[in-house]
């Protein structure tokens, strides 16, 4: 054999390889995990997320609670919540509130798992998140990094008192 004949047969061999681990690579669990929750993601769960607005209310220790209302609306087929659709960020002063994780006093008609409710497909829903408010004065922003195909990053400005 020609040495030209040796290395088309060795340029196939390895060809043939890379094109049998591509195959295996794709049709296994992990990447069929990884296609599907992308799809279902972007495609078939087309969730909305509206920032609506915000309430103060105070924890059993005096200390300043903001809650920021969203509405959720899933335009999809499957049932989703508030968490699964989205990043959620508020700020003030340029630092990360932290979330407020405890039960609220009866008067501040908070609920604590709201954010984590499923909502059918077809169905719009309000659904609340509390932090600790840093600041009394000072206002607040909240960010939204929207899960959906094309809503992308919301964000709105709360004035406080």
Do not use: W
Not at 142 to 158: A, P, W
């Amino acid at each position: 054999m020609k040495k030209g004949h040796i290395a088309l047969i060795v340029i196939a061999s390895i060809l043939v390889f890379i094109f049998a681990g591509v195959i295996t690579v794709l049709s296994s669990p992990i990447s069929m995990f990884l296609v599907g929750t992308i799809a279902e993601g972007t495609v078939m769960n087309s969730a909305e997320i509206e920032i609506d607005s915000c309430r103060l209310c105070q924890n059993e220790y005096g200390e300043d609670i903001i809650i920021v209302k969203y509405l959720l609306k899933n335009n999809g087929k499957t049932p989703t919540h508030l968490l699964y659709e989205g990043d959620f960020c508020v700020y003030q002063n340029g630092v990360s509130l932290t979330e407020y994780t405890d039960e609220l006093p009866r008067e501040c008609n908070y609920d604590l798992n709201d954010q984590l409710k499923d909502i059918k497909g077809g169905v719009e829903y309000y659904a609340e998140i509390a932090y600790i408010l840093e600041y009394p004065d000072k206002n607040v922003e909240v960010e939204v990094n929207d899960y959906g195909f094309f809503d992308g990053k919301k964000q709105k400005v709360f004035e406080i008192r």
